[in-house]
């Protein structure tokens, strides 16, 4: 029996799938993001946060702890969805320095070498 008020009784079911399987809303977000640069470029980016999701959602775990300890009203809390919407990974990565995103331009310049007689 339909009911004229509520259209469809899934309404909130995606939402609350990526609630319950975080990690599926991380890789999600994840394959996603179009990041910047070469096809190379873009895999290591990917590779590298595909390899992050404890250290992102431990920091998820952080602001839902202080939330929670400054007694956040339940429906205005983070969920994990938005804390991923509002910390993207193109912000993050391109934060890192050089070295920690894999890049280096020692094959271009290489270390001097002294030769010593």
């Known amino acids: 029996m339909a009911n004229g008020n509520n259209l469809t009784a899934f309404d909130d079911y995606y939402s609350t799938m990526l609630e319950a399987e975080p990690q599926m809303a991380y890789m ?8 910047r640069g070469t096809d190379p470029m873009q895999k290591r980016a990917q590779d590298y946060f595909g ?8 920091k998820y775990l952080g602001v839902k702890g ?8 339940p429906s205005k809390m983070t969920s994990f ?22 890049e280096s331009t020692r094959r271009f310049a290489p270390s001097t070498r002294f030769i010593f007689f």
């Open 66 to 73: 202080r939330e929670m300890m400054g007694r956040t009203d």
């Open 51 to 58: 390899n992050q999701f404890g250290d992102v959602y431990n």
């Open 28 to 35: 999600g977000q994840l394959a996603s993001t179009k990041f």
């Open 81 to 102: 969805t938005d804390y991923l919407e509002k910390n993207p990974f193109t912000d993050r990565y391109s934060a890192l320095t050089p070295q920690q995103r894999g």
